[in-house]
């Protein structure tokens, strides 16, 4: 049987800023399962980063952003043999709350959870958010 040929990937997150607070839900069924994670996932052929995080906050939670702006770009192999070439992006909330929309992706529901107060374990590239957010780097590479 001819094997798969692994490559790399986009990925696109969005750190979603509400009253201070970000939301977070509970990876499952891929990787980082367990794992507290933004809204996101994986870029579309010929799709913007701004529509891409657009389209994947509305298919995951319901939710409609504003003010979408870079946050960081990373070469993120921790979840080898998956490789992602992951944008970080941050918005805000605009209106009403999150439904879990994908429900056998997130387990639970979306919360929002103050930057001081983030539960564990944190999905990898929602730490290097963080780490963007405090220390303003924006390239994270490995
Ligand atoms: P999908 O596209 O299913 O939402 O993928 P994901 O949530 O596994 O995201 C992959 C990229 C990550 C690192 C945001
Ligand atoms: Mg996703």
Same mark, same amino acid.
């Given at each position: 049987m001819?094997?798969?040929k692994l ?8 750190m ?7 939301l977070?839900g509970?990876r499952?069924?891929?990787?980082g399962?367990g794992?507290y994670a933004?809204? %996101?996932?994986h870029?579309? @052929?010929?799709? +913007?980063?701004?529509?891409c995080a657009?389209? !994947?906050v509305?298919?995951?939670t319901g939710l ?25 992006l941050?918005a805000?909330w605009?209106s ?9 992706k997130?387990? %639970?529901?979306?919360?929002? @959870?103050?930057? +001081?107060?983030?539960?564990k374990?944190?999905? !990898?590239?929602c ?12 390239y994270?590479?490995?």
């Amino acid at each position: 049987m001819k094997e798969k040929k692994l490559s790399p990937k986009v990925g696109v997150g969005i750190m979603i800023f509400k009253d201070g607070k970000v939301l977070l839900g509970k990876r499952q069924g891929s990787h980082g399962a367990g794992e507290y994670a933004f809204p %996101g996932g994986h870029l579309e @052929y010929m799709e +913007s980063f701004a529509d891409c995080a657009k389209r !994947e906050v509305m298919e995951e939670t319901g939710l409609e952003i504003k003010n979408i702006r870079f946050q960081y770009l990373a070469n993120v192999k921790k979840y080898a043999p998956k490789q992602y070439v992951h944008v970080g992006l941050t918005a805000h909330w605009v209106s009403n709350e999150p439904k879990n929309l994908e429900p056998e992706k997130n387990e %639970g529901d979306w919360q929002w @959870y103050s930057l +001081s107060n983030l539960p564990k374990p944190i999905f !990898e590239v929602c730490r290097l958010a963080l780490e963007a957010y405090q220390t303003g780097k924006n390239y994270f590479d490995s």
